[in-house]
């Protein structure tokens, strides 16, 4: 029987990475499995995997991995339980969880939650709710709890770590400081040989136990990483040295001294790198913990502090002044402003009133809202926007396979140049000892290590900068190619517009005022929904105007509206309308207000016209900016839309745009993205991520340009939160910004093993010196992505 194949995403973490060769190694393995695309992030320490349904499944997946000499750490999970009644509810679910594959369950019938340690590839969060669901109960996630946990799980590592690392420091300081003695002239050993190995060995075994574990693991599984240079080299000068103090050879030197401090430095190298990597991803971080931790819920007619988790859709939630919001919602009752900074990178407060959406963690100054939920744990903006970050933290650019592809040869290439400068130190100079002294400054001078961070820190850091000013990367891919756009398309209506009509002049004739004439126009109007009529409508209200009554109201489909108000005939419609009831209309007025790309409403009675009311989408007043900014950086922008010439070259005029296209149907606009690229240039999109869906497919970087639950985050590679054109060149911005870094982390990775490999073949690097060179090397590399936190917006 055939079982119709479907592809799924899983993300697994791994512990036991040194270099990038590990990662490759890893990613090479699981490429092998039929049906698997597998990509390993070195820098956040995860693998993202495709695989096939059928042809390969998680379990598989994972037992790949540790074969390969890696672990995959089990996850912590905290589902938030619904409907238990008593402990007898508690042992069933707990009962049920356990009988999963993989699942360690404890329920905690007051707290109303289930603690799990799953272990990864075994069963997932969506069989464990699926589980409970059956069993009778309801359950979700605590996301932010898991979070949380592997931060505390992390965190205890590296404390470990440093433990260990001043435990070694301190059985090595007194070896270096004999050789810093020896340095300054003095050829006399402070400590016996038998005391220096004493304390070189639980430095070289215990502490360096990693290093042969890393090793064999790596040559187990077929390749090599750093490991198997640092536990080449250290064990080559450590047992030297063991076999001259053994055999009392006192006309040899040792270098316990060598083998010790490089095995500190390098340790202290892998802390400062861990520490420094961290900090790659703190703006996930700053953007989960705005989020509050409990609100304040409508149950039962009483008002109820919660924790935010147990908050369902449709329920009523209040937000008092300078609290932030908990959930996404809608305004139900109150008037405020809100800070959305975080959302969309814009500094000033947005007018909120009923029926305006509201967004989980942005500020409510200083009204008082009642809002009902509609997005709740993994639904809100705020989630959607970590979990877009964290894709592209996850992804890979292809200016990284560079890097890739040297990883992978690194290491055995290293350990060649090592084996060809012992035999021709040895053979040509005759002495064995400096000989090996400088094999083992080219095995702990060169680091893949500073390679395989150079990509994705900076990436790390780029999309999590650029999520805090309201920028979305989907993938590192798109990133890399923002900064190589030549033409920049953009969408007129919504993007380069307001995206609504609007009234933009009115023009009373004969002697009647303004505001009889809007007054007029919106009596007409008033309970059409048609968007010219909601123009009128919404200007009449923003001048405090007023409405009459009106009798035998009749409407020409298209074409205009015929009533009595006060006992006389008025029509409102197109100036065409007008002159069919007889009316004679201005010619000249008219056409002086098409021209600027508006349409025209006349409004008039049998003895005359009273006056015309001019409507256009406005553009937005950073749009002209927004264009500027992009023709400095030398893009052509493109204007298309499916408005008529004369509005289409009224607004490309008052933009600032030179070439567009005009009367495109949608299921057009994408021909006209082809077109551009059949030129043999890099095209961009910028549309609202709805209708012009297939163009922004089309093109070779996508942006939909919107805000809130309304981002169009599936049909674009870059989702602009502000629905400001500005933000398109703050992407662009970001993009050379951040490949700018990559490639000054790759100049650094490759001019330091060029430069460093050949000074320690040639006999001018001490192996200590190399090894505290490579211990800094990486830290060096990721510091450098750091520097990315600085960039900013224009605005």
Not at 163 to 168: D, T
Not at 744 to 773: D, E, K, R, S
């Amino acid at each position: 029987m055939h079982f119709p194949i479907s592809s799924k995403r899983i993300e697994l973490p791994i512990e036991g990475m040194t270099c990038s060769a590990c990662a490759n190694r890893i990613e090479k393995s699981l490429n092998k499995l039929p049906g698997v695309k597998a990509a390993v992030n070195f820098a956040s320490e995860k693998v993202q995997i495709d695989y096939e349904v059928g042809e390969a499944n998680p379990a598989n997946l994972v037992e790949t991995i540790k074969k390969t000499g890696y672990s995959v750490p089990n996850q912590r999970i905290e589902l938030a339980l619904e409907g238990m009644t008593c402990s007898a509810c508690a042992a069933r679910i707990e009962k049920v969880l356990n009988k999963k594959p993989g699942v360690e369950a404890t329920v905690n019938f007051a707290a109303e939650k289930a603690s799990i340690m799953l272990s990864p590839g075994t069963s997932t969060i969506a069989d464990l709710i699926s589980s409970v669901k059956k069993s009778g109960y309801d359950a979700h996630e605590l996301a932010e709890v898991s979070r949380e946990d592997e931060k505390a799980r992390r965190q205890n590592v590296y404390q470990k770590e440093v433990r260990l690392f001043w435990i070694s420091a301190a059985f090595t300081l007194p070896l270096v400081l004999q050789m810093g003695a020896m340095f300054s002239g003095s050829h006399e050993e402070w400590l016996p040989r038998w005391l220096q190995m004493v304390l070189a060995t639980p430095v070289q075994f215990w502490v360096g136990k990693r290093f042969y574990m890393g090793a064999w693991n790596a040559l187990r599984g077929g390749s090599a990483n750093m490991d198997v240079l640092v536990a080449l080299g250290t064990s080559m000068a450590y047992f030297f040295s063991a076999v001259v103090t053994l055999f009392g050879l006192t006309e040899l030197h040792v270098y316990f001294e060598a083998s010790a401090a490089i095995i500190t430095l390098i340790l202290m190298g892998k802390l400062l790198e861990a520490r420094a990597k961290g900090k790659t991803s703190t703006a996930i971080e700053q953007l989960l913990k705005l989020q509050p931790k409990t609100a304040r819920v409508e149950r039962d007619g009483e008002i109820i502090e919660v924790e935010v988790s147990s908050i369902h859709i449709g329920e009523v939630f209040i937000v008092r002044p300078g609290e932030r919001i908990p959930v996404d919602g809608d305004i139900i009752e109150g008037h405020s402003s809100v800070d959305e900074s975080m959302l969309t990178g814009e500094s000033l407060p947005v007018t909120k009133e009923v029926g305006k959406k509201v967004f989980a963690a942005t500020q409510n100054n200083q009204g008082m809202l009642r809002c009902k939920a509609t997005g709740v744990g993994s639904h809100t903006a705020l989630a959607e926007i970590v979990r877009l970050v964290e894709e592209a933290q996850g992804s890979k650019a292809p200016i990284q396979r560079l890097a890739d592809t040297i990883s992978g040869i690194f290491v055995p290439v290293v350990v060649a140049i090592s084996v060809i400068t012992f035999g021709l130190w040895w053979g040509i100079g005759g002495s064995f000892t400096v000989a090996l002294v400088n094999a083992v400054a080219v095995l702990v001078i060169a680091c893949p290590c500073a390679l395989g961070l150079a990509t994705p820190t900076a990436i790390m850091v780029g999309t999590g900068r650029g999520a805090q000013s309201g920028v979305l990367v989907k993938n590192a891919a798109a990133l890399e190619r923002a900064e190589k756009i030549q033409i920049l398309v953009v969408d007129k209506t919504g993007t380069l517009t307001e995206g609504k009509p609007s009234v933009t002049d009115v023009v009373p004739v004969n002697g009647h005022s303004e505001q009889i004439l809007l007054n007029m126009a919106a009596t007409l109007e008033q309970g059409s929904e048609h968007p010219l009529a909601q123009a009128i409508l919404n200007h009449n209200k923003e001048q405090s105007g007023s409405t009459s009554a009106i009798l035998n109201f009749s409407a020409v489909a298209g074409k205009g509206i015929q009533a009595e108000i006060e006992g006389e005939i008025v029509w409102l419609g197109s100036p065409r309308f007008l002159i069919e009831q007889g009316v004679v209309i201005d010619d000249k007025q008219i056409a002086q207000l098409t021209t600027q790309g508006k349409t025209v409403i006349g409004i008039a009675k049998p003895n005359g016209v009273i006056g015309y009311i001019a409507i256009a989408d406005k553009i937005r007043t950073t749009s002209t900016n927004a264009i500027s900014r992009l023709k400095n950086m030398g893009i052509e922008v493109v204007m298309i839309t499916g408005d008529n010439q004369a509005t289409a070259k009224a607004i490309a005029q008052q933009a600032g745009i030179d070439t567009f296209f005009a009367e495109v149907l949608p299921q057009h606009k994408a021909e006209s993205i082809n077109k551009l690229r059949e030129q043999g240039k890099i095209v961009g999109m910028v549309g609202d991520g709805i209708n012009d869906a297939p163009a922004l497919a089309a093109s070779d970087v996508s942006f939909a340009i919107g805000s809130g639950s309304d981002i169009a985050i599936e049909a674009a590679d870059v989702t602009l939160m502000r629905s400001d054109l500005n933000s398109v060149a703050d992407a662009i911005s970001l993009s050379k910004a951040t490949l700018g870094k990559i490639r000054q982390n790759l100049f650094f990775a490759f001019i330091y093993n060029i430069l460093g490999i050949p000074l320690a073949a040639f006999g001018m690097l001490n192996p200590v010196i190399a090894g505290a060179a490579m211990a800094m090397s990486s830290v060096s590399v990721v510091s450098n992505s750091l520097l990315l936190k600085r960039w900013k917006t224009a605005n």
